[in-house]
């Protein structure tokens, strides 16, 4: 889909601390307040499995992301020693977006990190993934669940 980038200057354990992933909580949390849509953000040193995109879609179905009702989950991927990220959405959502969407997500993501902006560059687009979701999935206060955990994935 979108060619990664070389981004970081940190290890896993210092890009996020404690205050730094409540704070990306919180932003996956306002975000899914008015959608049904799912986000999650996984975290590790190195994709293991060659490109960042691979590697998203793989840990993308192993958590079950999938299985939401809508199709409408996100996983926001970054890989700090690789220094690459991707964004992998599922097929409810992703289509209805289009390619130029992501792109643009994991480009705005990419400018904020070679900044070292590593949280605010996730706060935003974890924000603008909201407002899809919303605008494709908005909040029904009937049936929504919150289906994901919202809680930050850090792996090795």
Known sequence: MWNPFS?????????????????????????????????????????????????????????????????????????????????????????KVGVEFWSSQVQEMTAHFKEENYVKGMSLVIAEIGKALTHHFPYDRVSDTNELSDEIMIGK
């Open 7 to 95: 981004l970081f200057k940190t290890s896993t354990d210092k890009l996020l601390n404690t205050s730094d992933k409540q704070m990306l909580v919180q932003a996956i949390q306002a975000a899914e307040k008015t959608t049904s849509g799912e986000i999650r953000v996984h975290v590790e040193s190195r994709t293991k499995k060659g490109d960042a995109l691979t590697r998203a879609k793989e840990i993308f179905f192993k958590q079950k992301m999938n299985a939401t009702k809508e199709r409408n989950g996100v996983l926001v991927y970054v890989a700090v020693e690789d220094r690459k990220l991707a964004i992998y959405a599922d097929q409810g959502i992703y289509d």
